[in-house]
């Protein structure tokens, strides 16, 4: 750790750590210590009761994002779609009806609080238009002290399917996923910012961001 943060001040860069799942509670202390930042996951920031975190309770020095790559598109988790998947795939430690009822309690818990910090309409459908979702859970991402903002590509297209599947090797096609948007249509990344629909995704997408004055 000492060598890497020595390399990351003399190349002036930072460093963000992966502190997420069986990681224990002592490596964030250590990371905090030696000043690298932590990943701080939407879907996992949740309070004692499992309700999710308010904005102003999150940490500081962390990247705060809705998703990493290892976790499905904001589309395919709205619709339950990585559900099915995993049920596919023989992931699933429990009935494919429990884990979908698990994951649509979850999104209900975050869509209600979007809509109670007057971030997401309250007749919101986040099925029907996840474009709306994405947009406010981007929002309350600029609304936490979080240090740095991560946007992932998939979420802004609207892509829906996984970039890599845990649990699989050749089972799943992972990181052979070509980006198309929510409509399937291929999107290039040298050519995102020269399509006028691509153009206004990410500013209704990224629009809550663009003045916080935090590294994208």
Do not use: K
């Not at 795939?89 to 979850?106: F, I, K, N, Q, Y």
């Not at 991560?150 to 996984?162: C, N, P, Q, S």
Request: hydrophobic share 40%; glycine share 8%; proline share 7%.
């Amino acid at each position: 750790m000492g060598t890497l943060v020595l390399e990351a001040r003399r190349a002036d860069a930072v460093i963000v750590g992966e502190d997420l799942g069986t990681v224990e509670p002592w490596v964030r202390d250590h990371l905090a210590d030696r000043g690298v930042l932590g990943t701080s996951v939407l879907w996992f920031e949740n309070d004692r009761d499992g309700e999710p975190l308010p904005p102003d309770r999150w940490r500081r020095d962390c990247l705060a994002t809705v998703a990493t790559h290892d976790l499905p598109p904001v589309s395919s988790y709205l619709s339950a779609e990585h559900v099915e998947l995993r049920d596919r795939l023989g992931l699933l430690d429990r009935p494919v009806a429990e884990e979908r009822t698990a994951s649509e309690a979850r999104v209900a818990q975050w869509c209600a609080l979007l809509v109670y910090l007057g971030l997401l309409e309250e007749d919101a459908d986040p099925v029907g238009d996840p474009a709306s979702v994405v947009a406010a859970m981007h929002a309350y991402l600029a609304a936490t002290p979080a240090r740095m903002l991560g946007v992932a590509l998939t979420d802004v297209v609207g892509e829906r399917r996984m970039q890599n599947q845990p649990g699989t090797s050749t089972e799943y096609p992972n990181w052979r996923i070509p980006l198309t948007s929510g409509e399937g249509e291929p999107v290039l990344v040298d050519e995102l910012l020269a399509d006028p629909r691509m153009v206004a995704r990410v500013r209704r997408t990224l629009g809550p961001l663009g003045h916080q004055g935090r590294g994208l």
